[in-house]
C-alpha cells in the first residue's frame, strides 16, 4: 500500500506535508524560520530537528535523482541526445558571442558564394577553416542550417556592430527582438 | 472537481448548516465563523481519508497470501500497523497491513516498496 499510495516509508508526514517541509527547510533562513513558517502558515507543528532530519532526506534523494537522470541521459546515442524534445521548436536564430576575439570555424561558404572570387582569392587555396570576428550570428533555419549569416558581409559590419539587436537588424530577412 | 461532486457536497454543506444553526450563528465574526468551518472541513478532510485509507486496507487483507518483495515467496499477513501521519489537515490515522518473510526474516507492506522493520 506504501508504495500504491507514494507514502514515504520512513516519515510521519503525507507527501504533500514532506513536499512543503523540503521547501521550507530549503528556502527559509534556519531551521528554525522554516518550524514557525509551517507553524503558521500551514498549521503542521514540527520540531526544528524533524525539519532537518526531513530536509536532508529530500535532498539527498533529489541528488540521488539528478544523477540518475544525468547517467541515463549520458548513456543515451548522441542523435538522441542532441534532439530537441518532442514540442520543442528550435529557435531560427542564435546568436553567439565569445570573449576572445577571434574564432576559426569550418568554410561552408565559398559554394554559395554569388560575387566572383578576385584575382588575388584565385591564386590562394581554397581555406578549410575561416577566421571570424566574434559575435557571430547564425540561422538555424534549413537549409542553411548553421551557416553565419555574417560571413559574406565586410568585416567592417561586425566589428562595428554593438549588441546581437543590431546585428540582427543589419541583415535581411531576419527579425530581431530590440526590445531584449 | 465536477459539478456532480460539488452539487452533493453543495446539498451535505445545507443539511449540515441546518443541523448546526445554533453552533454556526453562535460564532459572531467573521473570524470566528471561519475558524469554525475551516475546522468542520479539516475534519470531514481527515475522516474522508482515513475511510478510504481503511477501505483499500480491507482489500489487501481480504488477499490471503502477498509475494515478498525480495524472494518472491508467499507470505500470510502478519499484522496490521497502526499509523498516524502528519497531514495537510491535521493527523491521519489508519492501519496499514504488514507481512513478514520467514526466509528474508524481514518484514514488508504488501505493495509496499520499503521494509516495515530492519531485519532482525
Request: glycine share 8%.
Given at each position: 500500500?506504501a508504495k500504491?499510495?507514494?507514502?514515504?516509508?520512513?516519515?510521519?508526514?503525507t507527501?504533500?506535508?514532506l513536499?512543503?517541509?523540503?521547501w521550507?527547510?530549503?528556502?527559509?533562513?534556519?531551521?528554525q524560520?522554516?518550524v514557525d513558517a509551517?507553524?503558521l502558515?500551514?498549521?503542521?507543528?514540527?520540531?526544528?530537528?524533524q525539519?532537518q532530519?526531513?530536509?536532508s532526506?529530500?535532498?539527498?534523494d533529489?541528488?540521488?535523482?539528478?544523477?540518475q537522470?544525468?547517467?541515463?541521459?549520458?548513456?543515451?546515442?548522441?542523435?538522441?541526445?542532441t534532439?530537441a524534445?518532442?514540442?520543442?521548436e528550435?529557435s531560427?536564430l542564435?546568436?553567439?558571442?565569445?570573449d576572445?576575439g577571434?574564432?576559426?570555424?569550418r568554410?561552408?561558404?565559398q559554394?554559395?558564394?554569388e560575387?566572383?572570387?578576385?584575382?588575388?582569392?584565385?591564386?590562394?587555396p581554397?581555406?578549410a577553416?575561416?577566421?571570424?570576428?566574434?559575435p557571430?550570428?547564425?540561422?538555424?533555419?534549413?537549409?542553411?542550417h548553421?551557416?553565419?549569416?555574417?560571413?559574406?558581409?565586410?568585416?567592417?559590419?561586425?566589428s562595428?556592430?554593438?549588441?546581437?539587436a543590431?546585428l540582427g537588424?543589419?541583415?535581411?530577412?531576419?527579425?530581431?527582438?530590440?526590445?531584449? | 472537481?465536477?459539478?456532480q461532486?460539488r452539487?452533493?457536497?453543495?446539498?451535505?454543506?445545507?443539511?449540515?448548516?441546518?443541523?448546526?444553526?445554533?453552533?454556526l450563528?453562535a460564532a459572531?465574526?467573521?473570524v470566528?465563523?471561519?475558524?469554525?468551518?475551516?475546522?468542520?472541513?479539516?475534519?470531514?478532510?481527515?475522516?474522508?481519508t482515513s475511510?478510504?485509507?481503511s477501505?483499500?486496507?480491507?482489500?489487501?487483507v481480504g488477499?490471503?497470501?502477498?509475494?515478498?518483495?525480495d524472494?518472491g515467496?508467499?507470505c500470510?499477513?502478519e499484522?496490521?500497523?497502526?499509523?498516524?501521519?502528519k497531514?495537510m489537515?491535521?493527523e491521519?490515522?489508519y492501519a496499514e497491513?504488514?507481512?513478514?518473510?520467514?526466509?528474508?526474516r524481514?518484514s514488508?507492506f504488501?505493495?509496499?516498496?520499503?521494509?516495515a522493520?530492519?531485519p532482525?
Amino acid at each position: 500500500m506504501a508504495k500504491a499510495l507514494q507514502r514515504p516509508p520512513r516519515e510521519g508526514v503525507t507527501p504533500l506535508v514532506l513536499e512543503k517541509v523540503g521547501w521550507a527547510g530549503a528556502n527559509l533562513g534556519s531551521y528554525q524560520q522554516a518550524v514557525d513558517a509551517l507553524a503558521l502558515l500551514a498549521e503542521i507543528p514540527l520540531a526544528p530537528k524533524q525539519v532537518q532530519r526531513m530536509t536532508s532526506q529530500v535532498g539527498a534523494d533529489a541528488v540521488e535523482e539528478r544523477t540518475q537522470q544525468v547517467q541515463q541521459h549520458r548513456r543515451r546515442p548522441l542523435m538522441k541526445r542532441t534532439t530537441a524534445r518532442p514540442g520543442v521548436e528550435s529557435s531560427e536564430l542564435a546568436v553567439v558571442m565569445m570573449d576572445g576575439g577571434r574564432f576559426q570555424r569550418r568554410d561552408h561558404f565559398q559554394e554559395r558564394r554569388e560575387t566572383p572570387l578576385t584575382a588575388i582569392e584565385q591564386t590562394l587555396p581554397p581555406a578549410a577553416f575561416e577566421e571570424q570576428i566574434t559575435p557571430d550570428i547564425c540561422s538555424l533555419c534549413e537549409p542553411c542550417h548553421g551557416q553565419s549569416l555574417l560571413a559574406e558581409r565586410p568585416p567592417g559590419v561586425v566589428s562595428d556592430t554593438k549588441t546581437p539587436a543590431e546585428l540582427g537588424s543589419g541583415i535581411d530577412g531576419v527579425a530581431v527582438d530590440q526590445t531584449g | 472537481m465536477d459539478d456532480q461532486l460539488r452539487q452533493r457536497i453543495r446539498e451535505m454543506a445545507t443539511r449540515l448548516a441546518a443541523d448546526e444553526k445554533e453552533k454556526l450563528h453562535a460564532a459572531g465574526t467573521f473570524v470566528d465563523l471561519e475558524r469554525l468551518t475551516v475546522e468542520i472541513g479539516d475534519e470531514l478532510t481527515r475522516q474522508l481519508t482515513s475511510s478510504v485509507l481503511s477501505s483499500r486496507a480491507r482489500e489487501v487483507v481480504g488477499q490471503p497470501r502477498h509475494a515478498c518483495p525480495d524472494c518472491g515467496k508467499k507470505c500470510s499477513m502478519e499484522e496490521l500497523d497502526p499509523l498516524i501521519l502528519k497531514g495537510m489537515r491535521g493527523e491521519v490515522e489508519y492501519a496499514e497491513p504488514r507481512c513478514f518473510c520467514s526466509s528474508c526474516r524481514r518484514s514488508f507492506f504488501p505493495g509496499g516498496q520499503g521494509p516495515a522493520a530492519s531485519p532482525a
